[in-house]
């Protein structure tokens, strides 16, 4: 099928080492944010979240930081694997009950 | 674990047709939101649903209306299709808590305007 992102700026990273993802955010009302990974056919996938009163969450090889004083978001990928390449997007919720804003995205492209 | 459902996957029309996107969400989800996803574009938000009310809206044309029913599945219904309508359609659900919650997406309708 149609490839995701044809024209999305591009990270490529060598397999084993650290990727990181960079987001600037919109809103600076928004208190809820999620990274999520996009392969070609397929829906966005969660894969971790953070909110407002927190400025870093780990999960496994993947961290989120969050800026709040610049409204920057970054997800950094820990000995990035070839299943990680996929189109990256961070969402931003602008408060309970209301919808997510997507920024764009970043191809992630790990060579071997 | 049960996933949010789209059908049709594909779906293939012509100018001023309609056409019918149907979405399931995860069981016990009680909000659903409707996306549109153009080539190398980030998803665009279109319109949600709480508990079978009409919870936001965003970019949705006027042409196009959604609903969710009793079962909360959720159909997105458009009519006078445009050539620009073609793109990738997600429909992703939440259970609305006392805290945010993530979405969790479908794998989406590929409409595509002939």
Redesign the interface.
Same mark, same amino acid.
């Given at each position: 099928g149609e490839s995701v992102g044809l024209h999305l700026p591009t990270l490529s990273v060598q397999e084993g080492d650290n990727s990181i993802i960079n987001c600037a955010y919109s809103n600076s009302a928004s208190d809820y944010f999620i990274w999520y990974k996009q392969e070609s056919g397929k829906g966005p996938q969660f894969i971790i979240d953070i909110r407002s009163n927190m400025d870093k969450r780990q999960g496994q090889r993947v961290t989120v930081l969050l800026n709040k004083t610049v409204k920057h978001l970054s997800l950094q990928i820990a000995a990035t694997q070839p299943g990680d390449s996929a189109v990256y997007f961070c969402a931003e919720n602008q408060g309970y009950g209301q919808n997510f804003v997507f920024g764009p995205g970043t191809r992630l492209s790990v060579l071997p | 674990a049960a996933g949010?459902i789209q059908s049709p996957r594909h779906l293939i029309k012509e100018k001023r047709e309609t056409a019918t996107l149907k979405c399931y969400p995860i069981p016990r989800h009680d909000t659903v939101?409707w996306?549109q *996803?153009g080539? #190398?574009q %980030?998803? *665009? /938000?279109l319109i +949600?649903f709480?508990e079978k009310m009409q +919870? %936001?809206k #965003?970019s949705i044309p006027d042409r196009f209306s959604a609903q969710q029913f009793s079962d909360y599945h959720s159909e997105l219904n458009m009519s006078s299709l445009e050539l620009g309508d073609s793109a =990738?359609y997600?429909c992703?659900s939440s259970r &609305?808590t006392g @805290? @945010?919650s993530? =979405?969790? /997406? #479908? @794998?989406?309708t &590929?409409l595509t305007v002939t």
């Open positions: - | 949010v939101y996306y *996803q080539p #190398g %980030d998803p *665009q /938000f +949600s709480y +919870s %936001d #965003g =990738l997600f992703a &609305r @805290n @945010n993530p =979405l969790h /997406f #479908g @794998n989406g &590929r």
